[in-house]
């Protein structure tokens, strides 16, 4: 497993395990699936309904939780600051552990709070300064949005953690992230799926004898991304952790990256409109 470092100093494996949509029924078996197979980065949220199951996977595995780099978002209900403390212990209880290893603002909501996500950013460095956060950052800020935080506070996001795939490269998020020592994750790396029978990515992996999810993967962490694929299916998740040495030519990385379709890329919300308590 390759690392990337953060801010903090500490480190985040570069490979995590993604659990939206993976209903709660579901998710004890995979994550166990997925802690079996080797990963020990898991990324889950409040809004997805499954943190008590992802620390259930966890406390089974017995595997120590310090090998284990966990990340989990507040909810967009919960940003005022006595929800967002309340809503924090209750997803640390949860997850049955004493700290998150990133604790994610899950969506700026510049149209919802008045636009005030800096007191939200404000209230999660509480978290970070009392230890049960080892690290906060946030997810779906776009440029504008980090602008705002540098402007109202000291403390840089240790991630902006944001939809980047070959249909929608998010240049210009990554940029600004780069700019300012905030590490970059990829959501939806797969592009749930919609890159994967894309003629380009098909005839690479054909040539090169990997899957189309496994061009990809290693296509972003090539650009030294973080990337958190999901999939509930044992053969998949397997496959998908072995993406580091995947011989791909610099001509191959150009092509993917010219896959890009720009906003019409996105699989997900526009950050700058999304307003979905
Ligand atoms: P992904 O891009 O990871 O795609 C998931 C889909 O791809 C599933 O349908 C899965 O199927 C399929 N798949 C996975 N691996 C393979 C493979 N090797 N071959 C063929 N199909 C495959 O989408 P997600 O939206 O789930 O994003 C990943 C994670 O990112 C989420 O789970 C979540 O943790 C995070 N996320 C964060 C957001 C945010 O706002 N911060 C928003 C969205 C996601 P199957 O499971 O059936 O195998």
């Known amino acids: 497993m390759k690392n990337v470092t953060m801010n903090t100093g500490n480190t985040i494996p570069q490979l995590g395990y993604g659990t939206y949509k993976i209903a709660p029924e579901d998710t004890v078996d995979a994550v166990t699936m997925a802690l079996e197979a080797g990963y020990r980065h898991i990324d889950t949220a409040q809004m997805y309904g499954n943190e008590a199951e992802v620390g259930e996977a966890i406390a089974k595995s017995g595997i120590d939780r310090a090998d284990i780099f966990l990340t989990t978002k507040l909810n967009n209900p919960n940003h005022q600051p006595d929800e967002a403390r309340i809503s924090f212990r209750q997803s ?52 504008e949005h980090l602008d705002v935080l540098a402007n109202g506070s000291d403390l840089v996001p240790a991630v902006n953690q944001i939809e980047i795939h070959p249909y929608f490269t998010n240049e210009a998020s990554r940029a600004k992230n780069a700019e300012l020592g905030i590490v970059t994750q990829a959501w939806s790396p797969l592009g749930r799926a919609a890159v994967l029978d ?27 991304d973080v ?44 950050p700058a409109t999304m307003e979905r308590l």
């Open 92 to 143: 640390l209880e949860d997850l049955q552990t004493d700290y998150v290893d990133l604790f994610l603002i899950h969506w700026p909501l510049p149209t919802l709070f008045g636009g005030d996500f800096l007191t939200t950013w404000l209230t999660l460095e509480e978290f970070y300064e009392d230890g049960r956060a080892k690290a906060v950052g946030v997810s779906n800020f776009l440029p």
């Open 198 to 224: 894309d003629p380009t990515v098909v005839e690479i992996a054909e040539r090169v004898g990997a899957t189309p999810a496994q061009v990809v993967l290693n296509w972003h962490v090539n650009r030294g």
């Open 227 to 270: 990337v958190i694929p999901k999939s509930v299916t044992k053969s998949r998740v397997e496959s998908n952790m072995d993406i580091f040495d995947v011989p791909l030519t610099e001509e191959d990385y150009e092509r993917i990256t010219k896959l890009d379709r720009g906003e019409e890329g996105r699989q997900g919300s526009n």
